[in-house]
């Protein structure tokens, strides 16, 4: 019988960045001008960037 090597992975820490609401798994806004890294507020109806200050509206569900 040949033993065969377990390959530990590490888990990313993308996945930190993760959060579970509700059964969606939603990741954080990530600025388009500033790129990944800086991750956007998330306010009640858009996202804001502190750094240049990007604004992006929240797509207004339709029920
Ligand atoms: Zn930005």
Do not use: H, T
């Not at 888990?11 to 930190?16: E, G, N, Q």
């Not at 998330?42 to 750094?51: A, T």
Request: glycine share 6%.
């Amino acid at each position: 019988m040949v033993k065969k090597k377990k390959k530990n992975k590490v888990p990313s820490k993308v996945w930190a960045k993760y959060k579970i609401e509700g059964s969606s798994l939603k990741r954080e806004r990530c600025c388009p001008k500033c790129g990944q890294g800086y991750f956007l507020a998330n306010m009640k109806d858009r996202y804001y960037c502190g750094k240049c200050r990007y604004l992006e509206m929240k797509p207004v569900e339709k029920k």
